[in-house]
Every structure is written in C-alpha cells, then in structure tokens.
C-alpha cells in the first residue's frame, strides 16, 4: 500500500507540467514525491511541518526597527517581550510577567486586572474585582459591598448568585488562588454593574 501511495504521487507531480504549466513546478511540488518516505520515517507530517517556523518569520520581521544590527534588535525585543513563566505544580497555575503586567492561567481562564478578567467570587461568598497579581498565590483585590438582589428576576437572583454591584470597601485584601470559585461577568446598568457568575468552577 506505502508503494502504491509512493506510485501515484509521483505520477500527480509528473503530471502537473501537462494538466498546468512548467512554471508552477516549485520545490514544495517535488516534496510531494518524498512525502509517503517521510510519514513512514517520522510519523504524522504536522509532527515535522516548518509552518510554525515560517508564521514566526513575521513576528521576527516586525522585531526589526533598523536596517543595522537587525540579530541584535531581535535578541532585544525578545527580552523586552519574554514572557516569564513560573508554573505551580500546587495548583496548576501559570504565573505570566510582561514588563510590568501579570497574571495568571489556569486551564483557560486568565486572572488579571484587566477588564474582563478581573471579577471573581470567592470561597466566603464575596465577590472581588482584582486589583494587582503579586505572585502565584497572592492576589490582591477589593470586594464589593452590599451587594442588591435583581428585583425583575422571576426568582430570588441569591439562589443563582447573580447581583447588582457598584461599591468597594475600602481595604485591600490579599486572597489565596484557592480562595477563587467562579470567574464573573460584569455588565454595566446604570452606573452600577450586574455580576453574573459563570458555571464551570475554577478549582
């Protein structure tokens, strides 16, 4: 069967110069012959493909600012850019540091200060809204207080944890990551928000 597929790929590249033209004959046609040898030797050919490599091409080239000492500009942006990562074999947490941004992953949820990814609620039943990442473990955050049942909900909103927010206290507090149950969405509504929780949990 491997010799039959080696046959007719070689007999679709002869072809191409009769069915086409000779000058789209490029080398990634002739590749086409080797193709069967190669998946016996090395497996599945995404296993072997060069496109990651030639995609990263146009991030290399947008690192350039300067005709001269392009290796050198590269080099430095790269360390400009690194992304340090710091894994927690605890929790399976992914502390991030770009310049003077953190924050963390955890399987596809991303904890931060950004909007979007900063609203969370915890173990105690307070709803946070990080302020800074300090390190794997220690977030720092503010809660929101007295936080207001939704009256049009056809059901007490408590018993879905959904909530209209708006005020923070006024401390600080420094939360653990296992202290994180569920991330929330906050959607403004009248200069307040509406803190709907997601339903996969975190931990």
Same mark, same amino acid.
């Given at each position: ?5 080696g046959e007719?790929?070689c &007999? ?10 000779? *000058? ?8 086409l ?6 998946a016996?030797?090395?497996g599945?050919l995404h296993?072997?493909? =060069?496109?990651p490599f030639e995609?990263y091409? +146009? ?5 350039? +600012? ?6 050198? &500009?590269v080099?430095? +942006?790269? &360390?400009?850019? =690194?992304? !340090? ?10 502390l991030?540091?770009h310049? +003077?941004?953190?924050?963390l ?5 991303r904890i931060?200060n #950004?909007?979007?990814?900063? $609203? %969370?609620?915890?173990?105690n039943? #307070?709803i ?8 794997? $473990?220690?977030i ?8 207001e ?6 059901c *007490?909103? =408590? ?13 600080? %507090?420094?939360i653990?990551l ?5 991330? $929330? ?12 929780p997601?339903? &996969?949990? !975190?931990l």
């Open positions: 069967m491997d010799r039959l597929r007719l790929d &007999q679709n590249v002869t072809k191409i110069p009769l069915l086409y033209s000779k *000058d789209i004959m490029t080398y990634n046609f002739h590749s012959i080797h193709i069967c040898d190669d016996r030797k090395f599945p296993n072997i493909s =060069a496109f995609n091409m +146009r991030t290399l080239k947008r690192m350039i +600012r300067t005709n001269s000492n392009q290796l050198s &500009q080099v430095n +942006r790269i &360390q400009e850019e =690194a992304v !340090i990562l710091h894994a927690d074999s605890t929790k399976g947490a992914t991030h540091v310049g +003077r941004k953190k924050w992953s955890l399987g596809s949820f931060s #950004e909007t979007g990814n900063n $609203c %969370f609620k915890l173990k039943g #307070e946070c809204q990080i302020l800074e990442v300090v390190d794997n $473990c220690a720092q955050c503010k809660y929101f207080i007295h936080p049942l939704m009256n049009h909900y056809p *007490d909103s =408590a018993l879905l944890s959904i909530f209209k927010v708006g005020r923070f206290s006024d401390n600080v %507090f420094t653990d296992s202290d994180i149950v569920r991330k $929330c969405i906050l959607l403004p509504k009248a200069g307040e928000f509406v803190c709907i997601m339903c &996969q949990e !975190i």
